[in-house]
């Protein structure tokens, strides 16, 4: 839990600098397509140093995290092939069972699928690049995604603005808590894709 700390507080430093929100934006980006780090923690952390920027911010996340998205998805459309025995041994959440599950979703209910994953802690990359192996209608793709990581992104960023202060002092005294309950959230989103898709 130590390291977490540090991780915190060098992730807040990151608010401190002109270069907050472009790592906002890579850090979304490549969360989206095959990067195992959800951005959720770094937007947090600008928010909360920076509360009247928060919306600033989530669109910055919602903008990285649809680009990020559409990569993941030509990803899978163009190179699956070629990419798909690293996925499967190097990126959490990705099994050949899985992605099984996923297409049989997608053929019932396409952009609700997208959706779901943008907004709820199942691994999105998973649904990126799922898109573009079943060649799922791009529009559709990025409807979803846009719809989903921003109200996720903005839901945050209105929470901070609204209870900043409070919500800092909260993360401040219960940060290993929360970063363990964060973690589990995480490790269950795995979990719930692994079993169940």
């Known amino acids: 839990m130590f390291g977490l700390r ?97 297409q049989e979703l997608f053929e019932r209910y396409n952009f609700w699928v997208v959706f779901s994953a943008g907004f709820t802690p199942i691994p999105y990359k998973i649904i990126t690049v799922g898109a573009g192996v079943f060649h799922i209608n791009i529009p559709v793709f990025l409807i979803g995604s846009a719809v989903g990581r921003s109200l996720r992104f903005f839901l945050v960023a209105w929470f901070i603005y609204r209870f900043g202060p409070p919500v800092r002092v909260l993360i401040e005294k219960y940060f290993n808590y929360l970063a363990l309950a964060f973690f589990i959230l995480l490790v269950a989103g795995v979990w719930v894709v692994k079993y169940f898709f």
């Open 6 to 102: 540090r991780l915190y507080d060098w992730v807040l430093s990151w608010a401190r600098t002109p270069y907050g929100g472009i790592a906002l934006f890579v850090l979304a980006f490549a969360e989206s397509s095959f990067f195992p780090v959800p951005p959720d923690v770094l937007l947090i952390a600008l928010a909360l140093s920076l509360p009247t920027r928060a919306f600033r911010f989530a669109f910055i996340a919602a903008c990285g995290s649809v680009l990020g998205g559409l990569f993941g998805y030509l990803l899978g459309y163009g190179m699956w092939h070629a990419l798909d025995s690293f996925f499967f041994a190097y990126v959490p959440g990705f099994t050949p069972e899985g992605f099984v599950r996923v």
